[in-house]
Structure formats: C-alpha cells, structure tokens
C-alpha cells in the first residue's frame, strides 16, 4: 500500500473548480515532485493534503486512513508537515521561536530539545541567528527557518511549496542538495517546483499538472527525457 | 538663492502658524485654558498656547531659511523668525478687527468678546496692535534659540517642558505637598499658586533643571558607566530601590491627594486592567476586538445585580463573592458572542464585535429588559467591599454592616485594582511565555501556518477572546463598587475606543507598555479638566503623533522594538 493516495480529488475554490480529480500516489522514502506553471493548481493541490482546503469530491489516504476526516490542525499529528508557499516565517518571532512553534503538535519537551539540535546540525545558520527575529533574516535563511520548522515536528511526509522561489541559484542548490539529505534520513518528499529542472533532479518520480490536471507522470529521469516536458518546463527545443 | 525667496518663505510660514492660533481661538480653547496659570499673574495657559505657536512658527520660519540661504547668516534666520512671528501675530489681529466689525459668532460659536478681550490684553480695539508685536517678539525668540549652541539647546527646552509640566499639574502637587504636613504646605504655598506656579517657583524650577541638565551633560556619562560597571549585587539592589520608590509612589500616592485625583488614580487603575486584559486578545493574538465594553458591562451588571440593595438586587451577597461570578459570567459571554464571529478575519472582526458593544449597551438600557436591568435609571446601591468576617452568600433585606474594614473610599478601592491589576499582570506575563502564548503570536503572525502547524484557530482564539472577557469582567465589577450604581449610558463604545488606544499608544503586547499608556491618554486628561474637553482633539494628534514618530508605542515589547530597529542587524544577514 502507499504512504499517500489522492484519488479523483476535485477541489474548488468558492466556484472555481481548481483541481479537476487529479490523481498522485506517493510511496514511502520517495521524492516526488509536482511540475507545472502558474496557476496549475500544484499550492492547491498541497493545501488539500494539507487539510487547509477540502476537496468536494474524491478521497485522501494517508498510511491507509482517509484524511478527510480531520481538521487542518490534527494532520500534522499524523505525521505530515508543510514548508508553505512564500516560506511563511512568524516575522515577529526569533528563530527559536518559531522552531518551537514547529514543535508545537509535539507533547514531549525532551522531542523538542533533540528535534532543534537536528535542525540546527542541518542549518548551522540558524542557529548562528536563533536569536534574531525570523522577519530580519535573508531569503535563503528564511527558507533554511521554514523548512527546520516544518522538521521540528518530526514528519514522515514533508510537503514543500516552491522552496527555491526568489532564491540565487547559489542558494537554490543549497537548499536542493538539503531535501536529499532530510529524504536520507527517512522523510519522504512531495516537491512542488516551478524550477523543473531542479525538481526533476533530485526526484525519484514527478507529475506534470497543468490546469487542475495530471497530464504526465512518470519517472524523474523519463519527464526530464519527454520532449513535451523539455519544450513546455525545461526551456529546450 | 534669492532674498525674497526667504522671506516670502516666512510670511507663508507666519500665515500657516497663524492659521493654527486661529484655529486653537475658535475651537474654544484659548478661553478655557485662559482659566488657568502657567505662572501666576504673569502667563495664562491660553497665552502660553499662543506664545508657543508663535514661538514654533518662528523657530521653523529660521530653520527653513537656513536651508534657503545656508546655516550661517544668523540675521537672516532672525529676520525670518520676526517676519513669521509677526504674520502669525497679524492673522489674529486681522480676526480681532474683522470681528469687530462683523458679528461672525452665528457661524463660529467660540468667537465670543471674551476671546477678543484675551487677544487684546484687555485693551480693546485699540489695543489690537500688542499682540502682533508680542507674537513677533515670540517668533525671533524662537528664531534666536536656533542659533544657540547645542549645549544651550537642550538644558533651556528640559526646563521650559519641565516648568510647563509643573504649572499643568500645579494642582496635584500641591495638594500632594500641603497635606505632607505645615512645613510643607508653606513650601507649596511658595512654589504654586492656585491654578500654576507662582514666579519664584518658576524661577526655582527653571534654573534648578537648567543646572541639573548642565551638570549632567557634563558628568552624565561617567555616572552611567559606574552605574554599568556595578557588580551585579549592586545593580540588582539598584533596580530593587527603583521599584521600591515607584511602588512606594503608585501606593502611597492616593492617600495624600484628596479624593479627586484618588478617583482619577482608580479609574487609570481601572484602564490598565482592562488594557492588560485587552492586551492578551489584540497584543498577543491579534485580535481586534472592539466591543470589550459589553464585558464591562457585563461584569458591572453582574456585581451590581448580586449585590445591590437597590430595586433591581437579585441577591445581597459580599462584593468578593460577587467577584467571581462575574469574570465567570463575562467569560461565558466571550464564549457565547466569541464562537460565531472568530472565523471572521481582521477588520471584520473588529466590526461585528464593534456591534455587540452596542448591542449589550441598548439591551442594557432598554425599557425592554427595564425590570431586570432598571433600564435608563440603571442599578444603584451596589455594596462596598468589605474586609473583616466574610459571610459570601447570606442574603439580607437591611443594607449590610461591616463588622470589619469597609473598603467605601476611592483611596480603598484602588488597592483592590491595584491588587487584581498585578494578578491580570502576572498571569499575562505567564501566558505569554507559555506554549498557548506561542499559538497566539503564531495567530497573530500568519493563520494558515499557525493551523498547518497543529494550532487549533477557533480553539485558541476563543481562549484569547474569553480571557480578554473575564479581565474586562473584572475591570466592570470593580468599577460598579467604586462608583455604587451603573447605568447602560456609561457602556459607551468610547469605553472600547479608549482601551484599543491607550494599548497602541503604550505599545501593542507589551505590558508595562499599558501601565504607560492609560496613564498617558486616561490620566492626564482626567488631571487637567481644562484640557478634558479637547480631550478627542488632542487624542486624535496624540496619535497620529505618536504613529508618525514612534509607532512602536511608548514602551514596546522587546520583539516590537527588534522589529523597528533591526536595520543593524539585517545588513550583514544578506546572503
């Protein structure tokens, strides 16, 4: 059985049907990734599994348990976090702060401790700035806080959105090179990515949404090789 | 740049300074505040508010000109300030003749012969010319400050301020030091007159802070740097007389100042309870929540309902036991009103809560619900609290005796605020270092996130609002025993109003940030009843003030002043 399902999901928002029943299936310790442009429904498609968004029609399973069930605040309890779209720091909080809020769904203080010292073996930035408030910190680093944030609740599922959005490539392979590690220790990925080249790189599998639809899936390697998906994301002729 | 330019620069100025006498004459206030001294027989306060336009038009006329015409030409700089001060002084004489002539009081209501009598020195027509004059010599003398050195700048603005503040609030001190004993009251006498300082006073105080500025400025900084490199023992037995000396103040204060300022003590007392309480909900959570008034009235209703003896009592039980019944009931009734409205966002917000402020107002005061609430006529005999034998819930028809220590003074009822103030303070002190407190400034910060994260919104925001609720419960209760009867037409949405400010102006989440605040914006102008009636003008500038130069308020929180000054910090964080 696989880590996560969405079956036939049809989400809206108010009258706009953003999400047409797509289809993913994500197996345990993969990367996937979700290509495609603006407005083809990937942030969507994160905020449904999320929970922040409910489909109106189709199903979610997650570790063999439909998630459709709980409220946006119970599933990070089941194990899956979210690096939100434009990072979404607490600007008024310090780093630490806002690590702590990540930790907030853990009842063990002991977790937390152990939790922060691996976030801040992965970023040893962070820590440099656990002091200083998470809106003073630069671009790179405020991806570096959301995604150690997302970490401090020990997920099994990550779920980020455009991590690598604004960044200097320096800082985009930086931040890539870092999901490989996280998925090495066990946590498996769902990548959404304007950046396909990036995306596809790192990934195991990848689908291709364009508006509200899965049109392509397939293996990393086989997307990147598509001639479709070279001319359309890739920037090739 | 050419020689007109500057001083056609400086009758424009004069005009714009003049415009603002006019407009101080004819809103009233320099005929209320000419009620009052700022030095006995020498200056009004009225006179002061125009000498000091005159004087502020004079100083920017200079400053201006020396953009205009370079730093260095120190006769140009007066001439400006001259020319300005005598526009300004020449806008009100036009006005004084004008009025003369043509009766314009059916329009402006405040242009009354006692005005013109002000603005004239009591001479008449005849006597339009002073003014002009006396305003000229006001504008040069602002003019003139400029050109003095930095050094000399600073000791004589201290003492004007300090002398100005001295003459406000002559009242108080007086008071304060006639009832320290005759010694004293012979020093008073001496130092103040009725309504400001007398000239000696002035005198005294003026060239006191100017030597004390001096002396400071001379060896200022090597008392700071002893103070800094104090061992921490010493430091610590440092920062403990200082809040020992303002703990001695805050509670020996309203025993030596008669009942008047106790009253205004307790009602800033008051303020700051429900700012703390106030502060959890907007300072923490993010939650503007502009009807708090409905739970001071409910907490106010409640004790007055339990304990009154008047027609509408329902029981006569002790104001200690009616105490927790009402934060209970205003914290049902955050529950109550809070549940439909929290998924409403921001500026929403504040407008649905903004209507049941006035929704439990008219309900209040409705001959509707006029059998349970007394309606219009409100509930009166609302017991004193009561220290000695407690018997909480035993009902009696005869209004009760106090076998004890009657707390029936507003001097007495202060503690009691003082007392729930320090517990609401403590308490928010704890909850905002608690994991709840995190989930709040999370809120505040982004709600996707904060629930992505596992932070339960309605939950939690609930807490924030039934928390605010229960102080504001509080604040009401209290106030129903101190004043001894309620009635809806004090429920006012200016209830709410005057919280949300005096929590922004003393700046947002932070606590003794509100202890500032009320005393700023609901204390002095309770102390100054001339001023009182301006009290919205003032408050309006104030604030805009007060947003334009220091928004993160009087005393900010640690992270709001990281905020707005982390310009050192963030340079060398680019990466």
């Not at chain 1, 959301?146 to 392979?173: F, Q, Y």
């Not at chain 2, 001339?530 to 929180?557: A, C, D, H, Q």
Request: glycine letters at 10%; aromatic letters at 8%; proline letters at 3%.
């Amino acid at each position: 059985m696989s880590m996560l399902t969405v079956e036939n999901a049809h989400t809206y928002y108010g009258n706009i049907h953003a999400l047409k029943g797509i289809n993913i299936t994500i197996e345990k310790g993969e990367i996937v990734t979700l290509i495609g442009g603006n407005g083809a429904g990937k942030t969507t498609t994160l905020r449904t599994i999320s929970g922040l968004l409910k489909p109106r029609e189709g199903d979610i399973t997650y570790e063999d348990e439909s998630l459709l069930k709980y409220k946006a605040h119970e599933i990070v309890y089941k194990g899956i976090s979210m690096v939100p779209e434009g990072r979404g720091v607490f600007a008024r909080l310090t780093v630490t702060e806002n690590l702590e809020m990540g930790a907030y769904s853990l009842s063990n203080k002991q977790d937390m401790g152990n939790n922060m010292e691996r976030v801040f073996n992965l970023f040893p930035r962070l820590k440099e700035r656990r002091s200083q408030l998470a809106g003073t910190l630069s671009g790179g680093e405020q991806q570096m806080l959301a995604t150690g944030r997302a970490l401090m609740a020990d997920p099994r599922l990550l779920l980020m959105d455009e991590p690598s959005m604004g960044l200097a490539p320096v800082l985009v392979e930086l931040i890539f090179e870092t999901i490989e590690q996280i998925n090495k220790t066990g946590v498996t990925i769902l990548l959404v990515e304007q950046n396909a080249l990036m995306a596809l790189s790192i990934a195991h599998r990848g689908y291709v949404l364009q508006t509200g639809e899965i049109v392509i899936s397939d293996t990393a390697q086989n997307l990147k090789d598509n001639p479709t998906v070279q001319k359309a994301y890739l920037g090739m002729e | 740049m050419k020689k007109e330019n500057f001083l056609w620069n400086s009758i424009k100025t004069g005009m714009l300074g003049g415009s603002i006498a006019l407009f101080i004459c004819l809103i009233g206030m320099t005929e209320v505040f000419s009620k009052r001294d700022v030095i006995e027989k020498v200056i009004t306060l009225g006179q002061f508010v125009l000498l000091a336009t005159s004087v502020m038009t004079g100083l920017i006329a200079s400053r201006q000109t020396s953009q205009l015409v370079g730093e260095n030409r120190s006769l140009h700089r007066l001439t400006a300030g001259l020319v300005a001060g005598l526009m300004t002084g020449v806008v009100l004489a036009l006005f004084v003749l004008a009025g003369d002539k043509v009766n314009i009081r059916a329009v402006f209501l405040n242009a009354t012969p006692g005005l013109y009598n002000i603005l004239t020195f009591e001479k008449g027509v005849s006597g339009v010319w002073v003014l002009p004059v006396i305003s000229a010599v006001s504008g040069l003398i602002g003019a003139a400050f400029l050109l003095l050195p930095q050094a000399a700048q600073k000791p004589l603005t201290q003492a004007t301020l300090f002398l100005f503040f001295m003459a406000l609030f002559s009242g108080l001190f007086r008071v304060v030091l006639i009832n320290q004993g005759t010694n004293w009251e012979k020093i008073a006498k001496y130092l103040y007159g009725q309504t400001g300082v007398t000239s000696e006073g002035a005198l005294i105080f003026f060239f006191a802070v100017v030597i004390i500025s001096v002396l400071w400025s001379w060896r200022g900084q090597s008392v700071k740097t002893s103070v800094a490199h104090l061992p921490k023992g010493g430091k610590l037995t440092l920062r403990l007389l200082a809040f020992a000396a303002i703990g001695y103040v805050a509670l020996g204060l309203p025993q030596v100042s008669g009942p008047f300022i106790a009253q205004v003590i307790v009602t800033v007392a008051l303020f700051i309870l429900m700012g703390l309480g106030l502060n959890i909900t907007l300072g923490f959570a993010g939650l503007l929540d502009l009807g708090f008034v409905a739970f001071y009235a409910i907490g106010a209703y409640t004790v007055g309902l339990l304990t009154s003896y008047g027609p509408f009592g329902l029981q006569h039980i002790s104001f200690w036991a009616a105490v927790p019944i009402a934060v209970l009931v205003a914290m049902a009734a955050g529950f109550v009103l809070g549940l439909p409205v929290l998924g409403v966002r921001g500026d929403y917000l504040a407008i649905a809560t903004l209507g049941f402020g006035e929704i439990v107002r008219l309900l209040a005061g409705s001959d509707f619900l006029a059998k349970y609430f007394g309606g219009p006529q409100g509930v009166i005999g609302i017991q004193k609290p009561c220290l000695g034998v407690l018997e909480p819930f035993v009902k009696i028809d005869v209004p009760r005796v106090c076998n004890g220590i009657e707390l029936g003074k507003p001097q007495d009822i202060y503690y009691v605020a003082v007392a729930a103030a320090l517990l609401i303070a403590f308490v928010a002190w704890r909850l905002r270092e608690s994991r709840l407190g995190r989930a709040w400034m999370a809120i505040r910060e982004d709600e996707d996130v904060a629930e992505a994260l596992g932070v339960n919104l309605i939950q939690t925001k609930l807490l924030a609002y039934m928390l605010g609720a229960a102080m504001a419960g509080l604040g009401g209760a209290i106030f129903a025993t101190l004043i001894g009867s309620i009635f809806a037409s004090s429920m006012q949405l200016i209830v709410s109003i005057n919280v949300v400010s005096l929590i922004i102006v003393g700046g947002m989440g932070s606590i003794p940030g509100v202890i500032v605040g009320a005393i700023a914006l609901i204390g002095l102008p309770e102390l100054l009843r001339e001023v009182s009636e301006f009290r919205y003008l003032l408050y309006g500038m104030t604030l805009i003030i007060m947003m334009l130069s220091k928004p993160e308020g009087l005393w900010p929180s640690q992270a709001a002043k990281r905020e707005l000054h982390h310009v050192e910090a963030s340079t060398e964080a680019e990466l």
